[in-house]
């Protein structure tokens, strides 16, 4: 199946308010390319030194979502350029992301990634944790930074009543504070293997790789 179809038949699940970030980690250019050609615009990428080698290459129209795990000695190589950063999840890293984008003059776009899989391996605040961070008097001094909203993972399981309960959990949070933060509006989660079941409990963001590039070569 071409890539012009595989993008066609997923943007027929997507509502209008539904943004779809490629996932373009470990893909070629050339792939990248073909995507854009279809009119794609965002991509993401989870890994710092590829997505700078990749916003070197590709046109300069393209907005480039960090969807990785962010190590805060990192974050400057991306700060001139990158559109929107999924995992923040500490207050640390918001105050580095902050001193990098104040030196290039910019406003960073951020999502809060909470904890809602059952791995130890996922990333992720509490809701605990995240309204702390919220309420806290020095987020308020960081004015090259804005929280837009939330980000969550799902288990990696075929047991779709957990997904289910894990996008429902998230979404309750993100109404929940966004009626306190009139900045909160993106809901980011859902993957190429549980979009649909997102996008059903309310995302209005889906990172989608596979689905549109093909599956990736396992080490």
């Not at 640390?92 to 030196?103: C, H, M, P, S, V």
């Not at 290039?104 to 809060?112: A, K, S």
Request: contains cysteine; aromatic residues 8%; charged residues 25%.
């Amino acid at each position: 199946m071409s890539i012009k179809t595989k993008l066609q038949n997923i943007k027929l699940n997507l509502l209008n308010n539904i943004t779809l970030v490629a996932v373009s980690k470990t893909k070629p250019i050339e792939l990248l390319k073909e995507v854009y050609d279809q009119g794609q615009r965002i991509f993401g990428e989870n890994r710092v030194q590829e997505m700078v080698d990749k916003f070197e290459k590709m046109p300069k129209d393209i907005k480039w979502h960090m969807i990785g795990h962010l190590q805060t000695n990192k974050v400057k190589y991306i700060a001139s350029f990158v559109s929107l950063i999924h995992g923040v999840d500490s207050l640390k890293l918001l105050r580095e992301i902050n001193k990098q984008a104040t030196k290039h003059n910019r406003i960073i776009d951020c999502l809060i990634q909470i904890k809602i899989a059952s791995e130890n391996t996922k990333f992720g605040m509490s809701l605990n944790d995240l309204q702390l961070l919220l309420k806290s008097d020095e987020l308020k001094t960081f004015d090259n930074i804005r929280i837009k909203g939330l980000m969550g993972m799902a288990s990696f399981t075929i047991d779709n009543h957990q997904i289910e309960s894990e996008f429902r959990y998230l979404k309750s949070i993100f109404d929940q504070i966004k009626k306190k933060y009139s900045d909160i509006e993106i809901l980011s989660m859902g993957m190429s293997n549980d979009y649909k079941l997102a996008i059903k409990y309310g995302s209005n963001m889906v990172r989608i790789g596979s689905h549109i590039f093909g599956s990736r070569k396992r080490k």
